[in-house]
Structures are given as structure tokens and as C-alpha cells.
């Protein structure tokens, strides 16, 4: 599945907020597994170790 789709921020829309749309799909899983390990203090060694131990990944364990 891929493209832009319009879905609303909330499932109801309130009668004094205005209704919010977001253009941009949720992140895909892995998606920012670098940032967030570097953000806590992994190195680029140890997250690619991670990912060849299967630790951490891109897609869904089968």
C-alpha cells in the first residue's frame, strides 16, 4: 500500500475545534531506529550489530 490518503487527526470532529488533517502517512516500523538509538547513546557500530542480530528491524518478525 502507498500514496497520500486524507484521514482526520480525530474519528469526531468537535463543534468548536476546527478539524486537523495530516498529509503524511504513520513512519513505517524501523523507520527512525537510528536516530532513537543514537539518541540514547548507542553508536553506529552497536545499532548495526542490533540489526544483524536481528534484534532490531524493518519488518514484522513471520
Known amino acids: 500500500m502507498g500514496g497520500r490518503a486524507r484521514c482526520s ?3 469526531v470532529r468537535l463543534s468548536r475545534s ?3 488533517r495530516r498529509l503524511r502517512h ?3 516500523l524501523g523507520r527512525h ?3 532513537l538509538l543514537a539518541e540514547l ?3 553506529a ?3 548495526t550489530a542490533l ?3 536481528e534484534v532490531i528491524g524493518r519488518a514484522p518478525v513471520r
Open 41 to 43: 547513546g548507542l553508536t
Open 18 to 20: 476546527p478539524a486537523r
Open 33 to 35: 531506529n537510528h536516530e
Open 26 to 28: 504513520a513512519p513505517l
Open 51 to 53: 540489526e544483524a542480530d
Open 9 to 11: 487527526t480525530l474519528p
Open 45 to 47: 557500530r552497536e545499532i
